[in-house]
């Protein structure tokens, strides 16, 4: 507790001061924001709500799969002991977690270790409302866990204190463990070393960029809100991959406001059409038109970050989109309404492997005449492909070449 003690060695408005002075941040909800500043406005809206003040300690809204929960499980010490110097300086011992599930466990953690910290403490289930704050019969002053272990931190050691944030990689499906990096930091000192056409796109946080973010700066006002850098590999769809994180951003909504409920249905449902093969050019004004009522008319940071996937997308992926729409293919192959798999007749020698092997009984032909594919039955499975020893069955997208209309001896098909 060497944090607390030195802080109640001041009083409390030196304690707000030091804090000021050194331009303390949140990291959640509310980063880039001086500390100062989100506590001189939960203040006064308690005074002029008559509630009680509370010191609130939650994840960013937008951390979705809560993964900088750890920070709360690794080091709930030094959040605790962030919280009671908060406490301390704003004169209140009621305090709150908020927990993103039920977890009893850690639960019973946090009520017993509070109390060696003088905290009045409750447990909350769920995101934060960071834009009403006023949990009856509470105002909270909402900050996130990791910027009370760092309050918890300078108050410890001021001299050799520097500000920094945990940052993990994820490669695929792959998260690799957070380490700690001073703010200021670039993505690609984040990343490490990996050449840059093997980066597609870079998601930080929840907001997708193309690989010139690598030298985007992580400081105290750009945070990723779950405190993740994902690289994404030049085999990815982008298109695809708005539509999968739309999909789980519709889950996350609580559906309280009809902009974020609804907007991000439909962001989902035309990105999904997209890759489909029915997206058309009317469907960006639409799409442009839902991003803007979503961020201006939505209550919580849930629903103003709901739609940056997209938002990404069209800044930095607008020839992908063109492909689907107008060319009507996939760069990837990813979206299966736009592959084609057919025969190559100039490469097919009648042998009919791939007709034993294909599950749907799609291909048409005998021995010594060129065979053919229905498209309408085939499920794109790809069987045939493995099955063809001479290489004639081809995968692609977009137009297909000339093909025979009839059944046709080996070698007699004239592609003009």
């Not at 499980?73 to 039920?102: Q, W």
């Not at 700066?217 to 999968?244: R, Y």
């Not at 058309?280 to 209550?299: C, G, Q, R």
């Not at 005449?369 to 977009?398: F, N, P, Q």
């Amino acid at each position: 507790m060497t944090g607390l003690m030195s802080a109640k060695k001041q009083n409390r408005e030196e304690v707000l001061n030091k804090i000021e002075e050194k331009g303390f941040t949140d990291y959640g909800h509310y980063a880039g924001k001086l500390l100062s500043a989100i506590w001189s406005d939960a203040v006064q809206g308690a005074a002029d709500e008559r509630k009680k003040l509370r010191i609130a300690a939650a994840l960013n809204n937008c951390d979705y799969d809560a993964v900088l929960i750890s920070v709360l499980e690794n080091n709930l010490a030094e959040v605790l002991e962030g919280m009671a110097i908060a406490a301390y300086a704003l004169g209140t011992t009621n305090s709150a977690v908020y927990l993103p599930s039920e977890n009893d466990g850690l639960a019973d953690r946090i009520m017993e270790m509070s109390k060696g910290y003088g905290l009045d403490m409750q447990i909350e289930v769920g995101i934060v409302d960071t834009h009403i704050t006023n949990t009856n019969p509470f105002y909270n002053a909402n900050g996130h866990f990791e910027t009370y272990a760092a309050l918890s931190a300078f108050f410890s050691d001021p001299e050799t204190y520097r500000p920094s944030i945990l940052l993990a990689v994820k490669r695929g499906e792959v998260l690799e463990g957070f380490k700690k990096y001073p703010l200021g930091v670039t993505v690609k000192k984040v990343v490490g070393d990996i050449a840059e056409e093997d980066i597609m796109a870079l998601e930080i946080g929840t907001k997708i960029f193309d690989r010139t973010a690598l030298d985007v700066k992580i400081d105290a006002a750009f945070q990723p809100e779950n405190g993740v850098v994902s690289v994404l590999g030049p085999d990815v769809c982008m298109i695809d991959q708005a539509v999968v994180r739309m999909e789980k951003i519709c889950y996350k909504s609580c559906g309280k406001c009809t902009f974020c409920r609804e907007g991000s249905r439909q962001l989902h449902a035309i990105f999904k059409e997209m890759t489909a093969g029915k997206g058309s050019a009317s469907d960006l004004a639409l799409v442009k038109e839902i991003v803007d009522a979503m961020e201006f008319s939505t209550l919580c940071s849930v629903g103003k970050t709901a739609a940056n996937p997209v938002i990404g997308v069209l800044a930095n992926f607008d020839d992908e989109i063109e492909d689907h729409i107008k060319r009507k293919k996939c760069r990837t192959d990813t979206c299966k309404a736009f592959m084609n798999i057919y025969i190559d007749p100039m490469k097919c020698e009648g042998c009919g492997d791939c007709v034993d092997e294909c599950p749907a009984d799609c291909i048409e032909g005998d021995e010594g005449y060129i065979h053919m594919i229905d498209d309408l039955e085939c499920t794109k499975c790809g069987k045939c492909i493995e099955a063809c020893e001479y290489e004639a069955i081809v995968r692609a997208s977009g137009r297909l070449p000339k093909l025979p209309e009839k059944l046709t001896k080996v070698g007699k098909f004239k592609k003009r």
